[in-house]
């Protein structure tokens, strides 16, 4: 973003400065207990700096941003990093902690060695170059009872990787580990050409190159990051890193104030339901007004306009789409409403005045789901369903609880989230 156009913009319309600044920007934080994801560090982590970067350049006489609302648990953390001066400058507290790396294998203890001689190079060159490669590799080990079937569909991909299985990896960093690669390549191979291999070997070597490229990519991730590493050692289950941490939400709070803004501290979080919006959303918000506009006044979130017993329902919102029949296309084109008249406040507030519907669209359905939903009451999900139903998944016991969730209609939508289905 260049900030110096903007406030060149602003001079042109006759203004010293931005007035307000609103934004959203994401936080996925990091967790220790999500062990299947490779990144430890977040990308989209360092827009929540660049937010206060445009506050810091901008100075508008007030901002708001949104969050989720477990910015301020203690999963929302910054690394430390050896260009980090602001840590020291706002007075943030900041403490060691050990993060996961991932689980020990036959091969830790000699891996250990190499890292800890390395603790500061660039690890790229033992990575395995191609991700996707390294993404069909995991998919295999989580498909256990469809081992075989996924190695079949995917015969020609693999054919293509085993014809050039030494270059995958620019260096090898052991000859343990470049024997154990190999292992992988001869049973898949074995299997594609004589349909037969070794499928416990098979596993046991994939689950080690899995673990150790996690390892080593988090390893690389932090280097290249620049971040303040301290320690790289190992327990009873698993490799472990010490890096230092402090929270997000703590920064936001001190570097705010050093920029000379009163922001709400006794109150954070809002319910999008408390506001007649028919869903169950509550989202961290911070305002902040430069203190000579405040006046020695408190900065405060808006009191809620509903009770949780008049809070708008699912019904409340859509009953009156019921038998309007959706579009299966994003075409653009709007439905006529019909003779149906709206029953509830908030129908008639979302009808604003006009015959037709728009963006009623719904998913080209397949009949198996269809069914599904049939036979699923208010509040029930893929769960509730009868064994015989969820024959097309893996391991359903696997399966979320937001998968084929049909809504209450009496109630409040839960959380509308990005997920599948």
Same mark, same amino acid.
């Given at each position: ?60 006489? %007030? ?255 859509? %009953? ?48 198996? %789901? ?52």
């Amino acid at each position: 973003v260049d900030y110096d156009e903007i406030l060149y913009r602003c001079k042109e319309l006759g203004q010293e400065q931005v007035d307000i600044v609103i934004g959203g920007p994401p936080c996925q934080g990091f967790s220790n207990a999500n062990r299947q994801k490779t990144e430890l560090i977040s990308s989209n982590n360092q827009l929540v700096k660049q937010f206060t970067k445009a506050i810091e350049r901008l100075r508008p006489k %007030a901002f708001v941003m949104e969050n989720v609302k477990t910015m301020k648990s203690k999963v929302h953390k910054f690394f430390r990093t050896f260009d980090d001066k602001e840590i020291d400058i706002l007075g943030l507290e900041y403490k060691r902690e050990k993060i996961f790396l991932g689980k020990k294998t036959p091969l830790s203890y000699e891996l250990l060695k190499f890292l800890k001689k390395n603790e500061h190079k660039s690890l790229e060159a033992f990575t395995i170059s191609d991700k996707s490669l390294f993404s069909k590799l995991c998919h295999l080990v989580r498909k256990d009872k469809e081992f075989e079937k996924y190695l079949l569909k995917n015969k020609s991909v693999f054919l293509r990787y085993l014809s050039d299985w030494d270059n995958v990896h620019p260096e090898y960093w052991s000859d343990a580990y470049y024997h154990v690669w190999h292992v992988i390549m001869q049973e898949i191979s074995h299997y594609i050409s004589h349909g037969s291999y070794s499928r416990e070997k098979l596993i046991d070597c994939l689950v080690e190159v899995i673990e150790i490229q996690k390892i080593l990519l988090r390893i690389n991730e932090i280097i290249s990051n620049n971040v303040i590493l301290f320690n790289i050692d190992c327990n009873n289950r698993e490799i472990f890193v010490e890096l230092v941490t402090y929270g997000v939400l703590d920064y936001l709070t001190a570097k705010f104030k050093s920029l000379g803004y009163v922001i709400n501290e006794d109150q954070l979080i809002l319910n999008a339901a408390d506001f007649g919006a028919p869903q169950l959303r509550e989202r961290l918000l911070l305002i902040g007004i430069q203190n000579e506009y405040i006046q020695g006044r408190k900065v405060e979130l808006p009191k809620p306009l509903l009770k949780f017993n008049e809070y708008n329902t699912v019904r409340k919102a859509i %009953a009156d789409l019921e038998n309007i029949e959706p579009l299966k296309t994003m075409s653009g084109e709007p439905i006529p409403r019909g003779k149906v008249a709206a029953r509830e406040p908030l129908q008639k507030y979302l009808e604003i005045n006009t015959p037709y519907v728009f963006n009623h669209i719904v998913t080209d359905t397949t009949e198996t %789901a269809l069914r599904r939903f049939k036979l699923l009451n208010p509040g029930e999900n893929f769960h509730h369903l009868d064994e015989a139903y969820k024959t097309t998944y893996t391991d359903p016991n696997r399966t979320q609880n937001t998968v084929y969730l049909r809504l209450k209609y009496d109630s409040p939508s839960g959380t509308v989230l990005n997920v599948r289905k």
